[in-house]
């Protein structure tokens, strides 16, 4: 298997990166062979269309020895296992991607490559570069070394997210959304996943291929899909509408706790005996009443990252809400498409029956409308609540 097999549904953009992989060293050395090969990359597409993973495969094809993307050699190995000395990865863990980050990762990505053919520096999520870590990395994506390449990945299609002086300088590679059927044969022959359940994992995560290898795998994913999709029928007045909201909030904070609390206890604790934390020798005590200030960082940066899990939970919750009203619309027009939550055809006739097309796309409305709002700040207990007051509305 090849670095970029695991794309799937990105025919064109494959072809396009291993043209231009082939070509990388002839560019260098000053050839032009038409390859379109630069030193900065921007992947967009919407969520779950592979952007990291189509820059990672990107990134181990330019270590292939071959040039090629092999998936043997050492080279790719290394960069999809995240351990090439000569590929830097920014995951961002909270709201932003600060600019002492990548002020190391800049300066770090000047020198020549120590083992590998090129620097490569990956930015997942660019659009979070706060505005000072934009300026920084302009400037080194403006006069790169010869051997490096900026691979940037942003979730958006608007062309805002990452700022337009950065992204001029960037060949732009724009992903689709893959087909269900795609992502459920993927399912089948990489994870083995029984047919009937990759299809309908597949269609209930609308191609989003993450989402659907965990509702394949993971009974609590699909225990959350099931309350979140109980919420249409609990919106009986006022103050069901504000426990849906409670509970959908609380839902979402424990999902997030889940993922972040062994993380955030494994980070302390390294931080603590770094800073000589149970010492007992000369000016330990010293020493860590002096560290209150790293810890204090620490603490800032986890509740920065909690914050993200949450919103990320959240949304995904949100975004299986709306397939459901989705559904329903489509049943009331005849629409001859296939349903998102293929498992919900009972209730999704009741709610057609029940309501009016008008009402099912107001409620639709409403909950693209709470994903808005919560991208832009505001409070997410104070949006789910106006969200679930207008579905029950109608």
Known sequence: ?????????????????????????????????????????????????GRSVAARAFAAALQCATGTGCGECAGCRTTLAGTHADVRLVVPDGLSIPV??????????????????????????????????????????????????????????HPDDVPVT??????????????????????????GVPA??????AAAAWGHVGRARRLAADPAARQRREAVLGVPRRLTGVGAC???????????????????????????????TAL??????????????GATGQIRDLERRQRSRATRSQRD???????????????????????PVAPVHSDRTETVAAAAAKWTPESTLRRMEAVLACRAAIE???????????????LWRG
């Open 1 to 49: 298997m090849t670095v970029f097999d695991h794309l799937v549904g990105q025919e064109e953009a494959v072809a396009t990166l291993r043209q231009a992989a082939a070509a990388a060293d002839a560019v260098v050395r000053g050839e032009d062979p038409g390859s379109g090969m630069t030193h900065a990359w921007l992947f967009t597409g919407p969520p779950g269309s």
């Open 100 to 157: 002492g980050q990548v002020r190391e990762l800049v300066l770090r990505a000047a020198g020549a490559p120590t083992g590998g053919r090129w620097q490569v520096v990956l930015i997942e999520d660019a659009d979070r570069l706060t505005e000072a870590a934009a300026n920084a990395l302009l400037k080194a994506v403006e006069e790169p070394p010869r051997r490096t390449v900026f691979l940037l990945c942003t979730p958006s299609l």
């Open 166 to 191: 950065i992204r001029s300088r960037c060949r732009v590679v724009t992903l689709r959304q893959p087909r269900s059927e795609a992502v459920a044969a993927l399912l089948r022959e990489r994870d």
């Open 196 to 201: 009937d359940v990759a299809a309908w994992a």
């Open 242 to 272: 504000f426990e849906a909201a409670a509970a959908l909030i609380a839902a979402a904070e424990e999902e997030a706790a889940a993922v972040t609390a062994p993380v955030d206890a494994a980070e302390r604790q390294a931080l603590e």
């Open 276 to 289: 000589g934390a149970g010492g007992t020798g000369r000016g330990a005590a010293t020493a860590v009443r």
């Open 313 to 335: 939970a959240l949304d995904r919750a949100l975004i299986d809400l709306a397939g459901f009203y989705r559904d329903v619309l489509m049943v009331q027009l005849g629409a």
């Open 376 to 390: 832009e700040n505001v409070k997410p207990l104070i949006a789910v609540e106006a969200m679930m007051l207008a």
